[in-house]
């Protein structure tokens, strides 16, 4: 009908054509990436956690303690999985749009003083809710791009979450071309507004597709090109950083900077368009070749055994509900749907978590302290900004990184993606240590190593996931293995990181023969500061390491079979019910 429609040309062709993209897979592609590159405002707590404890009294062990907070609940996504089983995915970002909005909203009122000093719990509930609203967010885009192109994994999970850890980047750079500088206030009334207004334009957009698309070469290709332009936007954004840590902007330079952000998050349409003409002008041949080739394709395909092939399926799918309880302990072959308890009861997914919690952790409490890092090794506030952007970028990188190359090394060289991830985990011991030294300008470097290792782990850690056990409750599963990320967290940050700063600023206080008043933050200053801290998380990575090595062990057969085989069976049986009808 479209494409009848659209080769009659004219006005009614042009509606026919802009109907088909605007719900078309691509367009919900593009649409999901413009989501995610707004989603990721809780790696821009360093920035603004300053504010928050200037302007509130707290200390360090308090700030760590909002700080894992939101942690809980940029990463604990368990609620919106099990919302997203039951319901469509325009009902999950909904909800996440008025969590972004009250949660973020309420801190920006508390800081300015619009209202009332609230308690410290009211502070970890607000950050908590704003922060949840990104699982809500990564559910309903992310996840149902996984489930609209399964046999292109690696390449979705990269592209999407390395968007995630890029918006850090994008939205210092509106926050520039809004407000101009030097306003921590306005920066969380940004991460307020922005996120929710980029979710609700594309409600109606972000949905479960009806067919099943698995044609490598074509996907690849897309995906290559969409890749390009976010490494574009990358590279725009790494130059701009370092001429604006070197340089005074205008507001109007701002301005054109942010302009030049925008132009960059909507070329993708472009890759869009020219995609939905090439399809239309191939169904169009099809068309036009199908008379000669009807009577082939009836011949050689017989629906009733399509219909026959599909029955057994749909029994033991039958048979697997009824007996679920009883089951827990007995889970199916790896690669196929495993049930939610028994996914969370196995040995592999507890290996995994073991080596999120540990690996991720770490990173995640390098980067929530940047801020204090830098000032405590005596760093200008104007780097702090460059600190996070770094990490934000190259917190991008890794994911398209790891997502891109773990596709390449197990579809060609049969390589286990928990290879990948050990890589990973040792690589980010470098930055650990960079910061327990506290070299003079190392921590530069440290904020290039733990963004990029810290993107990296996600898309092979939720691709590990998907391909262990299964897609039937990716949503909820995916969100399991978030949660590890706040439980490092906790440990590490406000447990290790948080009390050995102020032990060691209390220190200092007592050296110069002074007490703490009520009220008033805690400052530390010098290597010592975060030193012992990270010496531990160090060796925590370690283990991280070691369990993620055993898990390579254990599934490395697993990955030397043909792990997308399903998918392609599915393809090829819907295309020969397709052509039946």
């Known amino acids: 009908m479209v494409v009848a429609e659209f080769t009659s040309g004219g006005l009614r062709g042009m509606k026919a054509f802009s109907y088909h993209v605007l719900t078309g897979r691509w367009f919900m592609l593009f649409a999901s990436l413009l989501i995610m590159s707004v989603a990721g405002a809780t790696y821009m707590f360093g920035i603004y956690s300053n504010e928050v404890k200037t302007s509130l009294g707290y200390d360090q062990s308090t700030l760590n303690l909002l700080s894992f907070f939101k942690d809980l609940g940029a990463n604990v996504g368990v609620i919106s999985g099990l919302v997203n089983e039951v319901t469509p995915p325009f009902v999950v970002l909904s909800i996440g749009v008025i969590m972004n909005f009250f949660g973020y909203f309420m801190i920006f009122l508390a800081v300015s003083g619009r209202i009332a000093k609230p308690q410290v719990w009211q502070m970890c509930l607000y950050i908590c809710i704003g922060a949840n609203s990104q699982t809500f967010a990564n559910t309903g885009a992310l996840v149902t791009c996984v489930k609209n192109f399964p046999g292109s994994r690696g390449s979705i999970l990269g592209l999407l979450k390395g968007y995630v850890g890029l918006s850090g980047a994008i939205i210092t750079q509106l926050y520039h071309a809004f407000y101009g500088n030097h306003n921590s206030q306005a920066l969380i009334l940004l991460i307020a507004w922005l996120p ?7 409600l109606p957009t972000i949905r479960i597709m009806n067919t099943v698309l698995h044609q490598p070469k074509e996907g690849n290709r897309v995906f290559y090109h969409l890749l390009y332009i976010s490494l574009g936007l990358a590279a725009f954004l790494m130059v701009l950083i370092l001429v604006q840590n070197k340089l005074s902007f205008s507001r109007i330079e701002y301005i054109v900077d942010g302009l030049v952000v925008f132009f960059f998050l909507l070329l993708p349409l472009v890759v869009v368009f020219r995609e939905e003409i090439n399809q239309l002008k191939a169904n169009t041949q099809c068309l036009t070749d199908s008379p000669p080739q009807l009577k082939v394709v009836t011949e050689a395909i017989p629906p009733p055994n399509v219909e026959q092939e599909e029955v057994p399926p ?7 509900k009824s007996s679920c309880l009883r089951n827990i302990f007995n889970p199916p072959k790896r690669g196929e749907d495993y049930t939610i308890l028994q996914a969370l009861f ?13 690996g991720a952790g770490g990173t995640l409490t390098a980067i929530d302290n940047l801020g204090q890092i830098g000032h405590s090794l005596g760093y ?5 900004t460059t600190f996070v952007s770094l990490v934000s970028i190259w917190n991008y990188l890794g994911r398209v990184a790891s997502g891109y190359a773990s596709e390449i090394f197990l579809t060609k060289y049969k390589i286990p993606r928990p290879y990948m991830l050990t890589l990973v985990l040792l690589v980010s011991c470098v930055g650990h240590v960079l910061i327990a030294l506290g070299v003079p300008n190392s921590l530069y470097f440290a904020s290039v190593i733990i963004g990029f290792c810290f993107g990296a782990q996600w898309p092979l850690m939720f691709a590990i996931i998907s391909e262990v056990f299964g897609l039937k409750y990716y949503s909820t599963l995916y969100n399991f293995g978030a949660a590890a990320s706040p439980l490092g967290s906790y440990i590490l940050n406000v447990k290790v990181a948080g009390v050995l700063y102020d032990k060691e600023a209390l220190k200092q206080l007592k050296a110069k023969g002074l007490t703490r008043e009520e009220g008033k933050d805690l400052t530390c200053v010098g290597v010592q500061c975060y030193k012992m801290a990270f010496i531990i998380i160090t060796a925590s990575t370690l283990v991280g390491c070691l369990a993620s090595v055993i898990l390579a062990l254990r599934t490395r057969k697993f990955y030397k079979g043909d792990i997308y085989r399903k998918f392609r069976m599915e393809h090829e049986a819907m295309e020969i019910t397709k052509t039946a009808n």
């Open 196 to 202: 929710a207004a980029v979710s609700s334009l594309f």
């Open 314 to 320: 749909t029994t033991t799918s039958s048979h697997e």
């Open 346 to 358: 196995s040995i592999d997914m507890l290996i995994l978590f073991i080596a999120t919690t540990f």
């Open 380 to 384: 200008p506030n104007k780097s702090t």
